[in-house]
């Protein structure tokens, strides 16, 4: 294939003064990027006229696809009528406040205070912040802790990619700072199960790793427990079953804030508003973005529970926390439009439901290919494991080279998928139609049989 003028114009322009987020510039500049010029519904186009369907609804985010018209026009016209004013000195405006009491139907019960800001770290970071005001104001200033998991993701701020378990993005930059741990195993039954071991067993494995984790560093000194309820950017990895109540049991127990990271999981993407919903816990504290508002504007929130709540809106300090952006007027109008949209579509109800059932059952159909160890999933998230061989889950690289490559015929293939190591995922739009669920397997399968015709050949 040629390249033409105008890609390579915006390379050589790209490649002067652009720094891109997680990539390796040496390796990007030497080859060039990808230019993506524009999209609808669940494609996107490269400036070389490719049409290549969206596996990854951008960075799992575009729930309503490409080029809403209805959100584009929520937009503009909120952008004629308030292009911005802030929260912050005793001041709302109506889209803010409409759109946290939206949310907070949508959240569990009890989960209805909101505090918004313009992306997924962010919203963590407020967290951390308010789940150690909440612990201070409680009188219980030790409690400082706070424990995640080995693989994790949630963001890369410094807050966010301490509490991350992803050292690749941590040792460069000095990180953890303290007060964040990390507790092995990973909830991932294929990749870390023991022979011998049930799934339920694993969960329970798991679950108990967390209580010694409390126990060793004394529950008086844990804040909270963070988990997303479908581990997304480390690996896409669904929880073994019974993991979710035993570790919000656990957080009871020893008193310990209970924390989902709804980033990826909000907002329809496990078929219900909200992962924590499908897996049946209650968190004491939620964050969310992405899908909130389809990725149209950059919006995030926390969620805080009533309890955790009480003491900071009852308290006669100041919160002195928040961003220039915090519920920007136009995302959050656009964030309303989206919410109901997804209603309106059904896309979190039958819509949903059927569209889950078949992107699951053609998941699944890719068991049989020789590459594939293992499929999993749940609504419209689902990974491959490629593998060398079938029993012994032997692969063919240890460093994620094969994922690589897998990646590059997906693209060639007209699909995004995304790979960690040697796992691919997809996260398509929630409007993804029955013909091109059947159209993204159809192309998933051609990738994975140039892949191994590469890995035959050595
Ligand atoms: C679970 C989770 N938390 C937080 C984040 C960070 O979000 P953002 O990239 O918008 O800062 C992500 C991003 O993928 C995420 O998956």
């Not at 114009?9 to 990539?23: C, G, K, M, Q, V």
């Not at 995640?148 to 807050?159: C, K, L, M, P, V």
């Not at 127990?253 to 499908?278: A, H, P, Q």
Request: charged share 20%.
């Amino acid at each position: 294939m040629t390249t033409s003028n105008y890609t390579r114009h915006i390379r050589e322009l790209d490649s002067a003064n652009h720094l891109h987020p997680f990539t390796t510039h040496h390796d990007l500049r030497a080859k060039g990027p990808r230019v993506i010029t524009r999209a609808e519904g669940v494609y996107i186009h490269d400036s070389e006229g490719n049409k290549i369907l969206d596996g990854m609804a951008g960075l799992w985010c575009v729930q309503l696809g490409y080029g809403n018209e209805d959100l584009s026009r929520v937009a503009y016209d909120t952008l004629k009528k308030l292009s911005y004013y802030n929260l912050f000195f005793q001041t709302t405006t109506p889209y803010a406040a409409e759109l946290a009491a939206l949310i907070a139907t949508k959240t569990p019960p009890g989960v209805n205070q909101l505090l918004f800001s313009s992306s997924g770290s962010e919203a963590v970071d407020s967290a951390i912040k308010l789940i150690w005001y909440y612990w201070n104001l409680m009188g219980k200033p030790a409690k400082k802790a706070i424990i995640s998991r080995q693989r994790a993701y949630h963001g890369s701020t410094i807050g966010g990619a301490s509490l991350s378990g992803l050292p690749f993005m941590q040792g460069i930059f000095d990180l953890p700072l303290p007060r964040f741990h990390h507790v092995g195993p990973t909830p991932c039954y294929y990749q870390y199960g023991a022979s011998g071991e049930t799934e339920r067993e694993f969960a329970h494995r798991c679950a108990k790793a967390l209580e010694d984790k409390i126990l060793e560093l004394g529950p008086e000194n844990v804040a909270a427990f963070v988990g997303e309820p479908v581990m997304g950017a480390g690996g896409l990895m669904t929880p073994p079953e019974g993991y979710w109540p035993e570790i919000e049991k656990i957080c009871r127990k020893y008193d310990i804030l209970f924390w989902s990271d709804e980033v990826i999981c909000g907002f329809g993407r496990t078929g219900n508003w909200f992962g924590c919903e499908t897996y049946g816990v209650a968190p004491d504290i939620m964050t969310m973005a992405k899908g909130m508002t389809s990725g149209y504007q950059p919006l995030s929130a926390v969620a805080l529970s009533e309890r955790v709540a009480r003491p900071i809106i009852e308290s006669n300090s100041e919160m002195a926390h928040g961003y220039t952006y915090s519920g920007h007027p136009v995302a959050c109008a656009v964030a309303i439009r989206n919410i109901e949209l997804i209603s309106e579509m059904g896309l979190v109800g039958p819509r949903g439901a059927a569209a889950a059932k078949r992107f699951q059952a053609g998941l699944k159909a890719l068991e049989d290919h020789p590459l594939v160890g293992e499929t999993r999933g749940v609504g419209l998230l689902g990974a491959v494991e490629l593998v060398k061989n079938k029993e012994t889950r032997e692969r063919y690289s240890a460093s994620g080279a094969t994922g690589v490559i897998c990646r590059g015929h997906c693209f060639d293939s007209g699909v995004v998928m995304r790979a960690v190591g040697e796992t691919m995922f997809l996260c398509p739009p929630l409007v993804i139609s029955d013909a091109e669920i059947d159209e993204l397997f159809v192309r998933v399968r051609k990738a994975l049989d140039l892949t191994l015709r590469d890995l035959k050949k050595g």
